[in-house]
């Protein structure tokens, strides 16, 4: 057994206390006096510390930290047939496993216990992700309407079938990649193959003008309503971006209770555009926050993206205050597991023991009152100390 101690922050309290954890379980909570009583083997952490869910990236491409930087001032259809495209086709394992190591490695230091990953050579992530000990939902990326042979739908379906049930912290997602890269049969298929799962459906959805122009011009729908027709439109669904959804999508899109993956650094650097959060969160969707990739992001830092959700979020709303801290900080945990269908995301006895534990041994934690406004506007990645996921203390691995 082992115990962090501090305040104890999460969407629904704040108290001071210490979390006990026994196996992979939250097994109680409990005044710091009592923790003598426990027998716990560790303690993590005391007085100027906070223990937080871990925080949970619900869209990453961690192998892309290899691009980080690259091509930076050039047009976004310039920096991809320039830079990444070429790049992508000289992937080879060893460097996806090289890479996935770097971008996990900087998730969890930086405070995200999950991931929620797309991208191509799946199953070199996953391994990599099952031995730093990340809980990583991993969908290999599949495309049919763009020849790329890593996209095959074939090596799709085999890598999900490979790690079905394989793995305690790897789970698995279908991932085709956007609405006009993927054909409406093969998005059937897809939904039938996760009815018959139970699989979560993980693609981006109208992050382009190109992608919601295609899209009519094939189908005459827009991005959602070809989902609709394909028959992923239901909880199951995990649609990223969503920057040109319009008001006759949003009203689908709350029917029908999929998650929509807010990713703003990337939105507002990739496509000067964004969603209009206040909005999302009025019409009743489940919001969970995402870092995409290191690049265009920067970096992995899950704070980060909460805070530039906050500021954002005021922009489109057209004023201040749009999206409390505490909501954005409920993004990040709690909306962004029951995207992926975790019970996670509470310090509850019973949830999942996915933790962290952060210094606030700093000037920027002064004073300590309002602890949702520091966590979303003061904390970044690097104050982070202790990272727990599934009961165990992964920071030995990382650092
Ligand atoms: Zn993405």
Redesign the pocket.
Known sequence: MLALVGKLVDYRSVRNGAVIVEDNIIRAVVPVEELREWGVDEVYGGENYLVIPGLINA?T?VAMAKFRGLGEDLPTEEWLEKIIWPMELEWTRREIRKWAEIGIKEALMNGSTTIND?YFFADEIAKVAERLGVRAFIGQTVMDEVDFSPASPDEGFRFFRRWQNKSELVKLTLAPHATNTVSLDLLREIAELSEETGARVHI?LAQSRAEVSEVRRRYGLSPVGLLERAGLLNGRLIG?HGVYLDDSDFRSLAKAGPSLVHCPTSNVKLEAQTVNLRKLLDLGLNVALGN??PNPTGILDPFLEMRTAGIVANLTAGRAHAVPARELFGMATVRGAHALGLKAGLIEPGYLADLVLINADKPWFRPIENVYSLLVYSVRGSDVEKVVVNGRPVHRKIY
Do not use: A, G, K, P
């Open positions: 869209h491409h797309h981006h990223v995409d990739s």
